[in-house]
């Protein structure tokens, strides 16, 4: 399976971006992960086919994860960004429940990556 991301940018605080991964086949489970410069990857959250979702403690109420499984496509809707939320988001996906897709060392099929940087 192939991820291919989109939608990243530049926006200053308080603004919103609409990130975008197509897949080209159909996955179990999708998520979104991001890694900022000298951190750790980390997981934003996830939705499963049945469209259950989970998030990280810092984006909730922020944040919105969705998917058309038609379109085998999955969508991070982000507003009220912060600086802090500034890195490269990945898209992962796999056949597997969306417990293990967000365990750091999960076998996920990845992206390429898309940039967001949120200024002050």
């Known amino acids: 399976v192939q991820l291919v991301e989109s939608g990243g940018g530049s926006v200053q605080t308080g603004g919103s971006l609409r990130l975008s991964c197509i897949a080209t086949?159909?996955?179990?489970?999708m998520g979104w992960f991001r890694q900022a410069p000298g951190k750790q990857r980390e997981g934003v959250g996830s939705?499963?086919?049945?469209?259950?979702?989970n998030y990280v403690d810092s984006v909730k109420g922020r944040f919105t994860i969705s998917r058309d499984n038609a379109e085998n496509t999955l969508y991070l809707q982000m507003n009220n960004l912060k600086p802090e939320d500034t890195a490269m988001y990945y898209c992962?996906?796999?056949?597997?429940?969306?417990?293990?897709?967000?365990?750091?060392?999960?076998?996920?099929?990845w992206g390429q990556g898309t940039q967001v940087t949120v200024s002050s």
């Open positions: 992962a996906a796999g056949p597997w429940n969306c417990d293990y897709l967000m365990k750091p060392a999960a076998d996920n099929y």
């Open positions: 939705i499963d086919k049945d469209g259950s979702t």
């Open positions: 086949d159909s996955v179990y489970c």
